[in-house]
């Protein structure tokens, strides 16, 4: 059985280093891309099981990645989880909004 495949999206490589690092010790697979547009690129180059996206990036902010992903029929069942900084009622409302499975907090 190959294992199971998360995308992790952040501009931050200290984010990416330290997600990657949790879950391939957890037996995951990790790609990753450090903006909006490479992580649709990612995405359907590698068709992962499960996205972990941050809100706040260059070239495409990760409501719009998400809302991308949802909107696609034949990828839309993805889990995408939102991990970001962004902690205000209206980020989580936006977030759940556009098709997020979850939005967690980094603080």
């Known amino acids: ?5 998360i995308l992790v999206v952040d501009d931050s490589p200290t984010v990416v280093n330290m ?6 010790e957890q037996g995951y697979e990790v790609v990753s891309a450090s903006d909006g547009l490479e992580a649709i690129e990612t995405f359907y ?3 992962p099981d499960l996205v972990v996206l941050d ?3 260059p070239k495409m902010n990760g409501y719009q990645v998400c809302r991308l992903l949802k909107d696609d029929p034949q990828v839309r069942e993805t889990p995408v989880i939102i ?13 759940l909004q556009v098709g997020a499975d979850d939005y967690l907090t980094k603080g």
Do not use: A, H, Y
């Open 83 to 95: 991990l970001t900084n962004e902690d205000q009622p209206k980020d989580k409302f936006w977030g």
């Open 55 to 57: 809100v706040v990036m």
């Open 19 to 24: 997600l990657s690092l949790i879950l391939e």
């Open 45 to 47: 180059q590698q068709r």
């Open 1 to 5: 059985m190959s294992k199971q495949r």
